[in-house]
Nanobody
Framework: QVQLVESGGGLVQAGGSLRLSCAASGRTFSMYAMGWFRQAPGKEREFVAAISRGGFNTNYADSVKGRFTISRDNAKNTVILQMHSLKPEDTAVYFC??????????????????WGQGTQVTVSS
């Protein structure tokens, strides 16, 4: 089992940047594919980005391609979501998630086995 804790959210103006971190417990972090999802009020949880266990494969939602970058440091049990050129529509609670199928980098929430509590990102116009 793995526990996930997100940090780095906050309030930023449109066009700004934020860096989200997800710290994972446990010795098997490197076996998990990792993903970021977000959920805005009144909306379903949506995929943002994912990375395979070795970090060699990534997947992005079309809405964030070219603006967000996902990366991981298996030595530090951390996955990062670097966000640039933020827009008001990026406002949401951001969650990191772990998928035991480590070779995957799925965009489907139900493929993920463990979830963090989320961190709020608010982008003002």
């Amino acid at each position: 089992q793995v526990q996930l804790v997100e940090s780095g959210g906050g309030l930023v103006q449109a066009g700004g940047s934020l860096r989200l971190s997800c710290a994972a417990s446990g010795r098997t972090f490197s076996m998990y594919a990792m993903g970021w999802f977000r959920q805005a009020p009144g909306k379903e949880r949506e995929f943002v980005a994912a990375i395979s266990r070795g970090g060699f494969n990534t997947n992005y939602a079309d809405s964030v391609k070219g603006r967000f970058t996902i990366s991981r440091d298996n030595a530090k049990n951390t996955v990062i979501l670097q966000m640039h050129s933020l827009k008001p529509e990026d406002t949401a609670v951001y969650f990191c998630a772990a998928d035991r199928a480590g070779g995957s980098y799925s965009s489907r929430p139900y493929d993920y086995d463990y979830w963090g509590q989320g961190t709020q990102v608010t982008v003002s116009s």
